[in-house]
């Protein structure tokens, strides 16, 4: 199971600090992406953290302003969204899964999904 929270309504220029906290598998085997979904568009992948904590992967659009980190003794990985567009806004989802981070950009194939987490960008 994957529950995301952290999300909600912020200016354009706010920050946000988004959580997805895994349970029911090991936790530390798996790579973990954030997605997210606005209205009428298809879901597109964000960021995306190895299961070493160490090496990260970024959509071009959030280069620069977003910040994925990870804590497999938590079970939990972050993404640090700062400096937020109202493109930003959309339902924000985390996935788990064993395969290299480079399917971020292929949704479609990650197995396991949180519920996601709401974020608004508006002024």
């Known amino acids: 199971q994957l529950v995301e929270s952290g999300g909600g309504l912020v200016q354009p220029g706010g920050s946000l600090r988004l959580a997805c906290v895994g349970s029911g598998f090991t936790f530390e085997y798996y790579q973990i992406g954030w997605f997210r979904q606005a209205p009428g568009k298809e879901r597109e992948g964000v960021s995306c953290?190895?299961?070493?904590?160490?090496?990260?992967q970024y959509a071009d659009s959030v280069k620069g302003r977003f910040n994925i980190t990870r804590d497999n003794a938590k079970n939990t990985v972050w993404l640090q969204v700062d400096s937020l567009k109202t493109e930003d806004t959309g339902v924000y989802y985390c996935?788990?899964?064993?395969?290299?981070?480079?399917?971020?950009?292929?949704?479609?194939?990650?197995?396991?999904w949180g519920q996601g987490t709401q974020v608004t960008v508006s002024s």
């Open positions: 996935a788990a899964d064993t395969f290299p981070c480079t399917y971020i950009e292929q949704p479609h194939h990650w197995r396991y």
């Open positions: 953290i190895k299961a070493n904590e160490v090496s990260t």
